[in-house]
Every structure is written in structure tokens, then in C-alpha cells.
């Protein structure tokens, strides 16, 4: 495995790993690797003779500064890890290569961005598809893998490809769960032992969900749950959304629906958690 830096060393490696145009599988993150990130990684190793992997916080995509200072960095345990997954190619860019001029690329994501974290984090989303694009044009991968945890951003992945033109696959995998159903984030981290315990209700909440709906409407549902996250100690919901999994418009009713689910954004403590969970 070799570690680079610049965006010329990432080509030149490329170059010489794939003499044969092997595919290139690619796993975009911004570090602090736990599980989740390493099932990604996995299943690209699997799936191509080639595969990068990029460490990068991206300061565009951050809505509040101290969510950004604050970002878990474990950069050391990270190259560990990626090493055992037989990782060829990490590229740890600093700010100036990714970023050598100011950004003015704006991208119109219609629906897809006006609800759950586009309306809450405004300019994620953007900054997200920015630095995504990027690094597209550097690795210029087969296959680019994301997971569902994020599942809005995998659908701003999926219309970035469309709008940009391109041919990368982009592969939806499964959200991994620590055993008490918390989606294994790198913001787990910045959580105390107490709090680590109470963010577990998100993923309880969200399971019940799916009971709850077949005996009450959509919006008593959803009222219902938010009650519970919030009557947890640390607990704060921000926003509870029951949509299309296409289009993130929030529906109504979920009798005959296929395609729906529910959609999560809580605080826990100052730390601002995501999940989701389908629920047809
Ligand atoms: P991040 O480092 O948070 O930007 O995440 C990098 C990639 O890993 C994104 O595609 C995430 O959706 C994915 N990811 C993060 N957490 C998980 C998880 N618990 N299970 C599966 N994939 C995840």
C-alpha cells in the first residue's frame, strides 16, 4: 500500500498499477475509519485489481466550525486499518491540492437538496459534490463506493454522476451497526460514555417506526418518536422525515407504498447524529 499526497503521485500510481486497464475501485471519506468505512473498502477490494482510498475532511462541506475543529482525526489507526484490507492507494491531500483556488462550482440538485440535511446544513451538500467531483478526476474510478448511512448523499452522488456525464458506477452498501443498532459514525467518538449509550434510541426509534405506522397515521407516527428520542437525556431531534426513496419527498401515507424511509437527524449532546432505516 502506498500513501500519497499529491495528486500527481495518485496518477503516476494509477498509471503503473493498471497497465492492464484493471478497474479501479474508489472509497472517498474523511477518515477516523471504523468498521463501516472498512466494509466499503472490502467489498471494493473484492470487486476490482485496484483500490484507492481517500482521507480527506472537507472543510466545504462543514456548516458549522465546530463541527470541523472538531472532526475526529486518527490518521495513524486509519493507515493501519487500510493496510489489512490489502488498500493499494491512500491519498491524503492537504487543503491547497484539493483546493488550490477558490471554489465557485455550484450545482442544482433540485428536491434532492431542499429537504433533511440540505435544508438543516445549508452548502453540504454542494461542497459534498464538489470535492466528490474532484476527486473523481483524479482517481477516475470504475466503480466508487458509498454507504447508506448517508443516504441522502448517496442520491446526490448518483444525480452528480448524471449531471457531470460520467460512467463511474456507484455502488450503495449497507449501513454497519455497532451491536446495540448505532450506526457506526466517526462522530461516535466524540461522544461520553453516557451519551454513547442514550444514542442508541435513534436506531430503536427508527425500527419501531416501521410497527408504529401500521396502526397510526404518518404524522402521529412521527410525532410520537420524536417524543421518545426527545424524552432521552442528551437527546435532541432535529428533524424526523418518512420519504421516497427517490424522489426525498416526505409522504403522506405509507399504506401500498414501496420505496419509503425514514429519516433521522438528532443531536446528541453537541454531537449531530444520522440514521436511517426503510421502511417498505
Ligand atoms: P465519511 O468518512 O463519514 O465521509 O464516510 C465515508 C463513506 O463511508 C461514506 O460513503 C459513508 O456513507 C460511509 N459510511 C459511514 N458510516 C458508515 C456505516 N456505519 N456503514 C456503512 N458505511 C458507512
Redesign the pocket.
Known sequence: MVILKTIKEVKKALKELCTNSQSIGF??????L?E??A??VSRSVDENAVTAVSIFVNPIQFNNENDLKNYPVTIENDIELLEGLNCDIVFIPDKKEIYPVPVNEKYDFGQLERVMEGKFRPGHFNGVAVVVKRLFEIVEPNKA??????FQ??AIIKRLVKIIGSDIQIVP?????EDDGL????RNRRLTEEQRANAAIISVVLKDLKELLKVMPVKEAINKSITRVNETEHMKVEYLEIVDDESLKPVNSTKNGKGIIACMAAFCGEVRLIDNYRIS
Open positions: 472509497v472517498p471519506t474523511m477518515g477516523a471504523h463501516g468505512h466494509s466499503l463506493y458509498f454507504g447508506e448511512k448517508d448523499q448517496l452498501c449497507p449501513t454497519l451497526r450506526a457506526m459514525s466517526s
